[in-house]
């Protein structure tokens, strides 16, 4: 769940919100938002705090806090008569508590994205207002100070469906310059939607960086007692400042109790769930590390060390007319060629099994390679290897010029595509980069443990379900 | 109010008067729906199974001060682990909070909206849900889905009105299962059942009127036939004060009839703690001049006999003993019956610390064997005590050992200040203790996962239209209507209120012919084993309806009411059809002159010289024979003309059917 980073300010406009007939009423009787009011409706008589009308919300009613801390909203057509008995205008300001520093703790940079990785709630409006500043944070998570001594530098302030070169380009640029100012290692707070995505793109852009870059958000905001969020901060913050693995990772939960979070290479992660907090799992393969505020379990053992020297290759090269087109049966050519007709350079297709597409296409896609369109194959099941030499049409297809791209993950292939043909045209040189892998976006085996969705109902995963927990 | 305080018995409307007890409700009644409120898993389905668990915490969120509320602290301070059992017939993902919630449950909102209008409240133009913070675990989320429906309505109350300040829709928490230590568990079938909770302003002055008033808001939440019941369906929470004191709320308190008694003992408990507090005021002891200390005293009490001591020790644990200057005898002040002030602090060390093996403390005052008096005397000198000073003990791991000494620290503090503001459980024997400190108005805040949801004029009217009308209307009505006195309560209930109008206006049967049936006879048929209550009203509507056209006597109805109820169900037979195979299967066509003769004439004969004292007798034994033979097809009074003209015996013209006892 990415939360809005809205930061709601009381503004001079006493009307926020208020629009129509609600706007009207509040006009009519001289009242605003932070109003005490006293109201006669058909429905009766009602006593509260006009609040700011959301504006999303209709137009019709107005919205009034009980005494009792309820919301109610009344609708503009009921009322008849409204009376200012007071005025309370909410104020917002984060308590700040200076961020203890430790000279013998380990300097960690936090970026910000947008998304709200710590927060607190105006009871008053319910608006979310983020944390953000070191003192913030110290303010609602104040174990951060046993792990490092934290700086923190908001980049943007964009949901991370909004995500996009610009934002990629730049965010690589800062981390790759606090890398060489000697940082002991970095996290992104970042929403959960795209993650994913720029866990792939940084491991491109940044590569063979000395210290962590941990990428971390929130499934459940932290304004609610039941927030992912305090224990997510916490573990990448760890994993920053005291791990070992040098690579672009994403700190999230693992199972949905608070047990442990789990750390994911940025090129073969995904967000599998809308809503779950273990959301993000690696696929066909195991994750680098389990972790928690108390400690570090690394599961595997070939992953790039921690260094110090300050050295890093940072490329931000991006080419942006790339697109994926996931197939589906009775896909129509004309699709294929108006995606060559805009001028795009290259498609990822998301194909079904083991990476195919049906014979009406061959034609477009033909038309696209002879074009100079650069076309790389993944699988839409998203486990498992594209295998186009196992049947004639994989055969037929990459005679047509599409070329298979492993067992990279389709939105991984994309980003990967954006990166390499930002560097250049050549089909043989794209190819070479397209795989030749960074960071195991595409692996020589995939681990039997590798493929796990374990089906429920079955009694040995009803056993595993009632002894382990989740 | 002189203290030694009256026993519950003794106690007169004017000693709570004199107190200034005050007394409102907080009534929660589950709501008799298909599903839960925010998902779609089904409601009132309960299973103490489980397929698995999931652990979670709760972590405070700031309040709008920057500041934890009392409540946050309390809990983040008991740094519980909260398990959750899952079912899978009973939950999804959204009650364990991995799913986002769905549109609110428009049947919950139907029937929790007729109660509102029942009580006559002002409602609102458009429901928002809040959330509610419980950092206890009980709800996975951390906060309760919440939202006000209406505003100040009132309820008739002997000569006045007991105004209702609010009534809100929610959903109901977790079953708790056990909390010991660090650890709790829940069973969550419960969670997410639409509740509604009504809200009294502070209008009751006495126990006795707050168990009235209670039970009047439960006939009424009843009386719309859509509401659970049973236990636990229905519970309330009871807010009491008395002059000088604070508001606490003593939680889930399932049965009405107990409320008198947990309120005599909470007024009580007030009223010893002010009165605690005026001796420590006149010893000088004040918030700002407390003097308190603690040290860890193992050492000193390892050779203690006294056994939760010992075995506690002797698994490797601490001993601590807090020492509170100028409390000294006042451990041992009754608060509540059978209950003292050291109960105060030992729910504290209970709840907050997590010490939860009891007893969990010791103190000085404690006339019962516990430690040696050489180890009170080394302890007194250890912690400088003097005369008028208590020592409490307390022990298990380190870092709860030293919560529990804050804890009792902080108690003693409010014990100079007066009452803190508590949420109480109710206990068994009607006494009660510490649950939690009450939580203050800031932790509700908006639910974001829900837009606000417009309450239209069409929907209320539609439900105003099909309102039963109010318990005491009816109760009203139906007296004027001189039915007989046991059948009134009933009909008010929600199992015939509807139905019973509906014979009445629609068919025009006799309303005492009627309420008789329902009642009197469903009584005696329920007590005779027939299976008489999976009739539905459709099916009874249709007896009475065959009644009315002439299809069936009058004593037809209860008989063949009989038979439908032990009729097998007719497959894919809807609303009346067991009824129509039953008029199917039998002959209840009106009995001629011809088959009645000859009927009295073979039961004459077949009287086998038996012998009666009065001709009139005999002709009520026959009468009821015959009238066996032709159940449904024929009245009493018209068979016992006959066989009395045929005998010439005595004749009965009152319509009361020939006693068949």
């Not at chain 1, 009242?31 to 009011?37: A, K, P, T």
């Not at chain 1, 008569?81 to 909410?90: I, L």
């Not at chain 2, 006294?306 to 807090?322: D, H, I, M």
Request: charge should be neutral; hydrophobic fraction near 35%.
């Amino acid at each position: 769940m990415s939360t809005a980073p809205t930061t709601t300010t009381a503004t001079s406009d006493n009307l926020k919100g208020y629009r129509g007939p609600g706007r009207a009423l509040l006009q009519r009787f001289g009242v605003g938002v932070w109003s005490e009011v006293e109201i006669e409706s058909a429905r009766g008589h009602f006593r509260g705090l006009i609040l700011p009308r959301s504006e999303t919300a209709d137009d019709r009613h107005i919205v009034l806090k009980l005494g009792s801390g309820y919301n109610v909203g009344i609708a503009a057509d009921s009322v008849s008569a409204m009376r200012e008995v007071g005025r309370r205008e909410a104020h917002y300001k984060i308590p700040e508590k200076e961020f203890p520093y430790d000279p013998q703790k380990p300097n960690v940079m936090l970026f910000g994205t947008g998304g709200t990785i710590a927060s607190r709630l105006d009871y008053r409006t319910g608006a979310v207002i983020p944390a953000f500043s070191p003192g913030e944070l110290y303010g609602s998570v104040p174990e951060l100070a046993d792990i490092c001594n934290l700086r923190t530098e908001k980049l943007f302030g964009v949901f991370s469906e909004n995500m996009g070169p610009e934002q990629y380009i730049k965010l690589a640029q800062r981390i790759g310059e606090e890398i060489r100012a000697g940082t002991s290692g970095v996290v992104i707070g970042h929403g959960t939607d795209t993650m994913h995505h720029t866990a792939a793109i940084l491991t491109f852009m940044i590569q063979n960086p000395p210290v962590p870059i941990i990428m971390v958000g929130s499934q459940r905001s932290s304004d609610r007692p039941s927030s992912d969020a305090a224990i997510n901060l916490q573990c990448a913050v760890k994993a920053a400042a005291e791990g070992d693995i040098a690579e672009v990772l994403v700190c999230m939960f693992g199972p949905t109790s608070d047990e442990y979070n789990l750390l994911h290479r940025g090129t073969r992660v995904r967000k599998m769930h809308s809503s779950y907090r273990s959301t993000f799992r690696t696929l066909s393969d195991i994750p680098v590390a389990m972790i928690s505020p108390k400690e570090i379990i690394p599961l595997r053992q070939d992953y790039k060390r921690r260094r110090s020297d300050r050295e890093v290759t940072v490329n931000t090269a991006f080419e942006e007319k790339v697109t994926i087109l996931y197939y589906y049966p009775n896909m129509l050519p004309d699709l294929v060629d108006a995606i060559v007709d805009k001028g795009y350079r290259g498609i990822v297709i998301a194909g079904t099994g083991l990476g195919h597409i049906n014979k009406p296409l061959y034609p477009a896609i033909k038309r696209a390679a002879d074009a100079g369109v650069h076309i790389y194959m993944t699988v839409q099941t998203l486990w498992g290897y594209c295998g186009m030499y196992v049947y004639d049409t994989g055969r037929d297809l990459m005679t047509l010029g599409i070329r298979p791209a492993s067992n990279m993950l389709p939105e991984v292939a994309y980003m990967k595509l954006c990166w390499v043909l930002g560097q250049t045209d050549d089909p043989a040189e794209v190819e070479r980069l397209m795989l030749t892998p960074v960071s195991d976006e595409i692996t020589d085996r995939e681990p039997y443990n590798g493929y796990l969705c374990y089906q429920g109902g079955i009694p040995e995963v009803q056993e595993f379900l009632r002894t382990i927990k989740r | 109010m002189p203290l030694p305080f009256k026993p519950f018995d003794e106690m007169t409307d004017e000693d709570y008067f004199n107190i200034g007890l005050k007394v409102g409700l907080e009534v929660h009644q589950q709501l008799l729906t298909r599903r839960k409120l925010f998902c779609r898993c089904p409601a009132g389905r309960y299973s103490d199974e489980f397929d698995a668990v999931i652990l979670r915490h709760m972590r405070p969120t700031l309040s709008e001060l920057g500041e934890y509320d009392g409540t946050a602290l309390m809990e983040k301070k008991t740094k519980k682990n909260i398990y959750y059992r899952i079912h899978r017939d009973t939950v999804c993902t959204y009650e364990f909070d991995d799913t986002p919630p769905f549109f609110i449950d428009d049947e919950a909102l139907d029937i929790a909206l007729e109660i509102a209008l029942l009580l006559r409240l002002n409602l609102v133009g458009e429901l928002h849900i809040a959330r509610k913070q419980y950092l206890d675990g009980s709800i996975p989320t951390g906060f309760q889905r919440t939202g006000i429906l209406g505003v100040n309505g009132w309820i008739p109350f002997r000569d006045r009105r007991v105004r209702i300040r609010q009534l809100s829709i929610e959903e109901d928490a977790c079953r708790e299962v056990s909390d010991v230590g660090h650890d709790r568990v829940y069973l969550t079938d419960r969670l997410g059942m639409p509740l509604i909770e009504t809200v009294t302003e502070p209008d009751m002055r006495t126990p006795q009127e707050a168990a009235e008033v209670g039970q009047v808001l439960r006939r009424l939440a009843r009386s719309t036939g859509h509401v659970r019941t049973g236990y636990g369906a229905a519970r309330q929470d009871v807010n009491v004060s008395v002059t000088g004191g604070q508001r606490c709320e003593i939680k889930g308190t399932p049965q009405i009839w107990r409320n008198p008694r947990l309120i005599y003992n909470e007024a009580r408990r007030q009223c010893s703690l002010l009165y605690i507090r005026g001796l420590l005021h006149e010893r000088g002891v004040r918030p700002e001049s407390l003097q308190w200390t603690y040290q860890d005293v193992t050492t000193v009490v390892a050779k203690s006999s006294y056994e939760p001591l010992r075995s506690a020790l002797a698994l490797g644990n601490v001993a601590k003993c807090v020492l509170l200057r100028g409390f000294g005898g006042l451990l041992n002040e009754p608060t509540q019956e059978h209950t003292t002030f050291a109960k105060e602090f030992s729910d504290r060390v209970r709840v907050v610390a997590c010490l939860t093996q009891l007893p969990n403390l010791i103190h000085s005052d404690m006339a019962s064997e516990t430690l040696a008096g050489r180890d009170w005397k080394t302890l007194r000198r250890r912690l400088r005590a003097e005369h008028g000073d208590a020592l409490l003990v307390v022990w298990g791991n380190e870092q709860d050992t030293v919560a529990a000494c804050e804890e009792i620290a902080l108690r003693a503090k409010e014990a100079t200040i007066g009452i803190p503001n508590d949420t109480r459980q109710a206990l068994k024997d009607g006494t009660n203790g510490f649950e939690r400190v009450l939580p203050g108005p800031d932790r509700m805040y908006p639910d974001t996962d829900l837009p606000p949801l417009e309450i239209r004029q069409e929907r209320l009217d539609r439900i105003a239209a099909g309102l039963p009308g109010s318990v005491w209307d009816r109760e009203a009505r139906y007296r004027d209507l001189k039915l007989p006195p046991d059948t009134i309560r009933p009909l008010c209930a929600p199992r015939w209120a509807r139905l019973f109008d509906r014979l009445l206006s629609e068919l025009e049967q006799s309303a005492k012919f009627v309420a008789v049936t329902l009642v009197q006879r469903f009584k005696a048929m329920r007590r005779a084993g027939l299976p008489i209550d999976n009739l539905s009203d459709d099916e009874i509507f249709a007896v009475f309806e065959a009644h009315s056209k002439g299809l069936l006597s009058r004593e037809g109805v209860a008989h063949v009411l009989a038979l439908v109820a032990r009729h097998p169900p007719v497959e894919g037979g809807t609303g009346a059809a067991r009824v129509a195979a039953v008029f199917a299967e039998h002959d209840f066509s009106p009995l001629s002159e011809a088959e009645l003769n000859e009927a009295v004439t073979r039961r004459l004969a077949s009287l086998d010289g038996r012998r009666f004292e009065t001709a009139c007798q005999k002709a009520r034994y026959l009468s009821g024979r015959v009238l066996e033979d032709f159940v449904g097809r024929t009245d009493g009074a018209k068979v016992v003309q006959y066989v009395s003209a045929r005998l010439r015996a005595c004749t009965r013209t009152d319509d009361t059917p020939v006693s068949r006892k």
